[in-house]
Every structure is written in structure tokens, then in C-alpha cells.
Nanobody
Framework: QVQLVESGGGLVQAGGSLRLSCAAS????????MRWYRQAPGKQRELVAV???????TYADSVKGRFTISRDNAKNTMYLQMNSLKPEDTAVYYC??????????????WGPGTQVTISS
């Protein structure tokens, strides 16, 4: 059974930094795109950053220049380095990935989320 588990959330002051991790476990063939989403109270879930299997990245305008997405393919782990954090970054952050169970069969998976709270 494939699982994604986030870690690294917490409470920090505005201007601070956090590093989130997302580890994929279980039996699978490969991982394609990996993504970070976030959902603030009362708001829709939004895409924060994407990193595909060949390394290209995309960021939401609201986090460009402050957040960096990276992957360690050998460890099946994705990271989100978040700097210059703002109160509006407060949200539950979710890991999402397209994972090949076999070379021809791919499913999309979500982690349970990790809370990030930024105090002003």
C-alpha cells in the first residue's frame, strides 16, 4: 500500500522559515510529478508548487521567491523550504504525487497534511 506522509509543520513567527518533508512509502515502480498544496481555513485548496520527475518546477505567484520545492529521488522524498513566512501562509499543507504502481498503472495519492501556523 502506497502512502505519503508529511512532516515538518509547526508554529513560527512571521519572517521565519520551515522545511516540510513528504516521504512516499510502500511498493511502487516510480514517482512522476510531486506537488505541495495548501488549504487555509474557509478557503479552497490551492496548488503551491510542483516538481516533475525530470526536475522542472512551478510555483504559485504568492510563494515565488520565498518557497523552494526539491526532491530526493533516491529517498522518495520531497521537500518544501519556506522562507520569509507570512501570516497568510498559515494553512494545512498537503503532499500530492502521481505514483506508478507498475510501469503502466499510475495513481494519484495524497498525504494527510501538516499544519503550518505563522504568527504576526
Amino acid at each position: 500500500q502506497v502512502q505519503l506522509v508529511e512532516s515538518g509543520g509547526g508554529l513560527v513567527q512571521a519572517g521565519g522559515s520551515l522545511r516540510l518533508s513528504c516521504a512516499a512509502s510502500g511498493s511502487f515502480f516510480s514517482i512522476d510529478a510531486m506537488r505541495w498544496y495548501r488549504q487555509a481555513p474557509g478557503k479552497q485548496r490551492e496548488l503551491v508548487a510542483v516538481k516533475n520527475s525530470i526536475g522542472s518546477t512551478t510555483y504559485a505567484d504568492s510563494v515565488k521567491g520565498r518557497f523552494t520545492i526539491s526532491r530526493d529521488n533516491a529517498k522518495n522524498t520531497m521537500y518544501l523550504q519556506m522562507n520569509s513566512l507570512k501570516p497568510e501562509d498559515t494553512a494545512v499543507y498537503y503532499c500530492n504525487a502521481d505514483i506508478h504502481i507498475t510501469w503502466y498503472n499510475s495513481n494519484n495519492y495524497w498525504g494527510p497534511g501538516t499544519q503550518v501556523t505563522i504568527s504576526s
